[in-house]
């Protein structure tokens, strides 16, 4: 049901020299219940391809479908906004600095047509591992980690299908990260969500994702399986040194 | 003499339920080195740099013995004094870098007002070497990216851009707040390039947060490693893979590894002990 298709996907930003072809005719799929992982360089495009499906990128052409349902222009049908959520990037651009970590999922639910808030709420902050002393703090009152637990628990709030994740877990500690990690894989497990992340870190990855297409300037340079990956089958020069480069600070190497 | 000597440090935030202490009694020094700070989320790493700079926003409070920057007292600087020296003397590049960035001012305008406010340099110099920093960390078209606006990055260029504003000034001490948490493997080992040249070549002493401990473990010189506001145990950065600590065990085996998978990965259990455990010393 809730399966994602990208043909030949351009996405670009401003006009005459300071366009920016931010996205280059990128084919993918998503299989429904599965994970697929972006990775590659900063800047390559992997955000926008993300924002592109939920409308946030509007000069776009090519074809994107959700569900099979195909998608146009940048508006999108009401339900799409339930079913389909986003973790971003930048946890503190996506907290409103003057909301309390209560506010921001009780309007979350309410916005959503639930009715059974102060319970959801609990249940959310229990589900992402904040304790019930965070529930009346604002954004500048916890740590980054703490922060992206919020950002993480408010797109869980509308119960989606499909989780767009942006990073989701690098402003996290490893313990936090493992916790978060467990929590994805048993929600995709219990709901069979469909995941499409990003993440620089080829370990979480190989995690959690089935298929991954690595991006260099606005284009799939590689598409593979994490089977694939773990072996370094890989035929991509950038792969293989994306791989090589995952094993920690090397001064010899750039 | 060491470039940092920090002794006793307490953060503390009265809150709805009393007082909570971020930070508890926290001991180091810091010289010509990387000296890099890990431990879980909420554990004081931030809480720890902004102090240094006296950047925590009242009602919380920072309290030492003593916090010296090159022998003299940061914490007994009226604010001016303190004015000069974050960003000249002493540079952090913050966790949140767009949220540190002025969303309503082009990029270049914003490093070359830092780097004349530090130097006097003319604006024809100031833009050479804004383009300059971007280069050296690895933009690749700086000129679009010093007419763009922040929202018009990536998260990574962000990041990047906070690295090189911080730069440009030259400052004795650079505390890196997860400065490379959302840069590929290729571009922060080029952002790691430059900071480790700084400290080799300029005598910089680079205070590194991160919770990525193999970085930590191959980038840095030494570590210390925070549980609940206190440090519960420091190592060799190469030794820290040995890191006795149950606490540093339960961090190191609950990575996920590339060459070794697993269906759930190892989550930390905590001891109340820990809580009571006094702060090790990160005094060299
Ligand atoms: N709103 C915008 N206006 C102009 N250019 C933009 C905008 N958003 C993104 N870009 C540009 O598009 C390119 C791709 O950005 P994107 O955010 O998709 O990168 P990314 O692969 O997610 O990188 P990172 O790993 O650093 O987050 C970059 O060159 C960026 O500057
Ligand atoms: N204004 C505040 N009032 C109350 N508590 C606060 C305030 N600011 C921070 N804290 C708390 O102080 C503790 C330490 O925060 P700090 O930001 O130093 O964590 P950190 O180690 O940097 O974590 P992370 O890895 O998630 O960034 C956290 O538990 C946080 O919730
Ligand atoms: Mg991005
Ligand atoms: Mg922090």
New interface residues.
């Given amino acids: 049901m809730s399966s994602l298709e990208f043909e030949n996907l351009n996405v670009w930003f401003g006009d005459g020299p300071d366009r920016v072809d931010a996205v280059t005719g990128a084919t993918f799929d998503v299989e429904s219940g599965t994970s697929f992982g972006l990775v590659g360089e900063s800047g390559s495009g992997k955000s926008t391809i993300l924002r592109a499906l939920v409308g946030l990128a509007r000069n776009w052409s090519g074809r994107m479908t959700v569900g099979g349902l195909e998608l146009r222009g940048y508006k999108r049908p009401r339900a799409f906004y339930r079913d389909v959520q986003m973790v971003f990037q930048d946890p503190y651009a996506s907290l409103h600095p003057r909301q309390t970590v209560d506010a921001v999922l009780g309007e979350t639910l309410k916005l959503h047509g639930f009715s059974d808030i102060d319970r959801r709420i609990k249940t959310l902050l229990d589900d992402v591992g904040l304790g019930p002393e965070f529930r009346f703090r604002y954004p500048h009152q916890i740590s980054g980690g703490q922060r992206q637990r919020v950002a993480i628990a408010r797109a869980l709030a509308p119960e989606p299908s499909v989780l767009l994740l942006d990073e989701p877990t690098s402003a996290l500690d490893v313990s936090v990260q493992a916790e978060v990690l467990n929590l994805l894989v048993d929600l995709r497990k219990e709901r069979s969500l469909t995941y499409l992340m990003v993440s620089h870190d080829l370990a979480v990855v190989g995690h959690m994702c089935e298929r991954v297409a690595v991006m260099q300037d606005g284009e799939i340079v590689e598409l593979l399986g994490v089977a694939e990956m773990r072996a370094m089958e890989v035929k991509h020069p950038y792969t293989r040194h994306l791989l090589e480069a995952s094993v920690g600070y090397n001064p010899r190497e750039a | 003499m060491s470039l940092l000597d920090v002794e006793n440090l307490c953060v503390t935030?009265p809150t709805?339920?009393g007082e909570f202490q971020a930070v508890r009694g926290v001991s180091f020094t810091l010289g010509q080195e990387r000296l890099g700070i890990v431990?879980?989320?909420?554990?004081g790493k931030?809480m720890t740099g902004r102090a240094i700079l006296r950047l925590i926003?009242p009602p919380g409070r920072v309290e030492a013995d003593h916090m010296r920057l090159e022998g003299r007292e940061l914490l007994q600087m009226s604010e001016k004094e303190m004015q000069g020296v974050r960003g000249q003397k002493i540079s952090m590049v913050m966790?949140?870098p767009?949220?540190s960035l002025n969303p309503v001012m082009k990029i270049g305008e914003q490093i070359i007002e830092i780097y004349r406010f530090h130097t006097g340099a003319g604006r024809k110099a100031a833009w050479a070497k804004a383009v300059e920093m971007l280069e050296a960390v690895s933009i690749?078209d700086q000129e679009?990216v010093m007419?763009?606006y922040p929202h018009?990055m990536?998260?990574?260029?962000?990041q990047?851009i906070m690295i090189a504003m911080m730069l440009v000034t030259e400052p004795k001490i650079l505390i890196a707040d997860?400065p490379t948490?959302?840069?590929?493997?290729?571009?922060?080992?080029?952002v790691?390039?430059i900071m480790?040249r700084l400290v080799r070549e300029r005598g910089m002493g680079l205070i590194f947060i991160s919770?990525?401990?193999?970085?930590v473990?191959?980038?840095c010189d030494r570590v210390l490693i925070m549980y609940a506001g206190r440090i519960v145990e420091t190592c060799e950065a190469d030794k820290l893979h040995e890191a006795q600590h149950p606490y540093t065990r339960?961090?190191?085996n609950?990575?996920?590894?590339?060459?070794e998978?697993?269906e759930?990965?190892?989550?930390?259990t905590r001891d109340p002990a820990w809580m009571e455990e006094t702060s090790v010393s990160g005094r060299v």
């Fill in positions: 935030f709805r339920r431990g879980e989320s909420g554990s931030s926003r966790q949140d767009k949220f690749r679009r007419r763009a018009e990536s998260g990574g260029m962000g990047r997860e948490s959302a840069l590929d493997v290729s571009v922060q080992t080029q790691l390039q480790d919770h990525d401990l193999n970085l473990a191959s980038f339960g961090l190191l609950s990575l996920p590894r590339l060459d998978p697993s759930r990965l190892d989550v930390l």
